[in-house]
């Protein structure tokens, strides 16, 4: 139930926390409940993904994506993830979550989700890759049209040495995962 409140409050105050544009960052507080914990009593790591899944929802939320997704019946899609866990998030502990969408290349979007402990210090570290699928055409849309429709002009910044390896060991393990090796 918890995971459902925490979706209702991102969706019923984005508007009021304003627009994300493309490089920005989107920021959502968040505290360490109970029902998050595992047998470590830390912060578990379904939770994190889930989590990211907010911070995702959020940034597409306010920077209309979610509305011209569903103008052209399009639909974001997650393809991966990679995931660095720094520090822990221990019970009651306050922490934020801060999301953004860094760089595109032909489908593939790569975002990022920095969980902050209060003092600043990263306690993990998501990047992701996901693309906008046309669920008319039947094929995922090329970024740079998702990003005209959304009202970025802006070209895409070269990805960095990170997002580079994690690019290609995302296509590597989608390959092997599509052959079924």
């Known amino acids: 139930m918890y995971v459902w409140m925490r979706l209702l409050?991102?969706?019923?105050?984005?508007k009021r926390r304003g627009r994300v544009t493309v490089g920005e960052e989107g920021r959502l507080a968040f505290?360490?409940?109970?029902?998050?914990?595992?047998?470590n009593f830390h912060l578990n790591n379904a939770r994190y993904m889930m989590l990211a899944?907010?911070?995702?929802i959020d940034i597409f939320l306010r920077g209309g994506l979610v509305a011209a997704a569903r103008k052209r019946g399009w639909g974001?899609?997650?393809?991966?993830?990679?995931?660095?866990?720094?520090?822990?998030?221990r019970l009651w502990q306050?922490?934020?979550l801060v999301s953004s969408i860094e760089t595109w290349e032909d489908t593939q979007i790569i975002g990022r989700?920095?969980?902050l402990l209060q003092d600043g210090r990263t306690a993990a570290i998501i990047l992701t890759t996901g693309g906008i699928y046309d669920f008319k055409g039947r094929r995922f849309?090329?970024?740079?049209?998702?990003m005209a429709a959304i009202g970025n002009d802006a070209p895409p910044r070269p990805p960095h040495e990170a997002e580079q390896t994690f690019m290609a060991s995302h296509r590597g393990l989608r390959t092997v995962a599509t052959n079924g090796s």
């Open 76 to 89: 974001p899609l997650l393809g991966g993830l990679q995931v660095a866990y720094v520090r822990e998030i």
């Open 141 to 146: 849309v090329e970024a740079g049209a998702v």
């Open 53 to 56: 899944d907010m911070g995702r």
């Open 9 to 14: 409050r991102v969706a019923a105050t984005y």
């Open 31 to 39: 505290r360490c409940l109970p029902t998050d914990l595992d047998m």
């Open 113 to 115: 989700h920095r969980f």
């Open 94 to 96: 306050r922490f934020e």
